[in-house]
């Protein structure tokens, strides 16, 4: 069973990123994050709303595809 709080560290693990990063989004309050402990305590994350939060980050790929380029050198015209 997965834990549902994690540590910064779980938490740079879980998204493939460093601490630093992490430490980033919070400075900038980009990321969904609590502090426990008293005065300066330690971060800790919930993991629902970590995935909400990179789900409502998902790009979707522009439609209509990528147009195809001819490497042949073709002289035909359209």
């Known amino acids: 069973m997965e834990r549902e709080i994690l540590t910064l560290r779980e938490t740079a693990e ?5 601490r630093m990063t ?8 980009d990321i969904p994050a609590f502090r426990i402990g008293i ?8 993991r629902e709303p970590l995935d909400n939060w990179m789900e409502s980050r998902t790009v979707s790929p ?7 380029v001819s ?6 015209r359209p």
């Open 71 to 76: 490497t042949h050198g073709s002289s035909e």
């Open 14 to 18: 879980y998204l493939c990123c460093s």
């Open 39 to 46: 005065a300066r305590g330690a971060w800790r994350f919930m």
């Open 62 to 68: 522009p439609s209509g595809g990528r147009k195809r």
């Open 22 to 29: 992490i430490y980033r989004l919070l400075r900038q309050g």
